[in-house]
């Protein structure tokens, strides 16, 4: 029997997965180039692939019935929680099989993100996957957003 999905306060959540989910929000501060260092068209770019990335997983997962809060939300969606278990899942070199529904789209969508977490150094961890496992997150297709 699986519990029911209670929403969680971002802040509540580890540092790497609140940049991973400000990230799959959409949040554009996280695609900037960082202040410190000058800001060249080549980051520029890098930073709107980044950004245009994250908005293909998140219209793909839409059509799954999987929802993503805006930026700025005090809580953490359902739906939101099941793409991070799915990103995590995809950084794992072995993993158990996959939860994904298998839509060669979203499949690609979450590959590609989970490839660019990798390459920021956000690497989602062990607690992403546990906490979907008490959710019973992990073995359904769509998660519902709050």
């Known amino acids: ?4 999905f209670s929403p969680i306060a971002p802040r509540r959540r580890p540092a790497l997965e609140r940049r991973a989910l400000a990230m799959l929000r959409g949040d554009e501060q996280h695609f900037q180039p960082h ?15 980044q950004a245009l990335f994250f908005a293909e997983l998140r219209r793909v ?4 019935g999987i ?4 930026p700025g939300s005090r809580l953490v969606g359902e739906g939101e929680m099941l793409l991070l278990t799915w990103l995590a899942q995809e950084q794992r070199i072995t993993s158990q099989g996959r939860a994904i529904p298998a839509d060669p789209l979203l499949i690609a969508a979450v590959a590609r993100c989970a490839g660019l977490l990798d390459a920021l150094g956000i690497h989602l961890g062990p607690n992403t996957l546990y906490g979907a496992r008490l959710r019973g997150n992990h073995a359904s297709g769509a998660g519902a957003a709050l």
């Open 1 to 4: 029997m699986t519990a029911p």
């Open 35 to 49: 202040e410190d260092t000058p800001a060249s068209e080549p980051s520029r770019q890098a930073a709107k692939s």
């Open 61 to 64: 997962a839409a059509r799954h």
């Open 67 to 70: 929802a993503v809060q805006p």
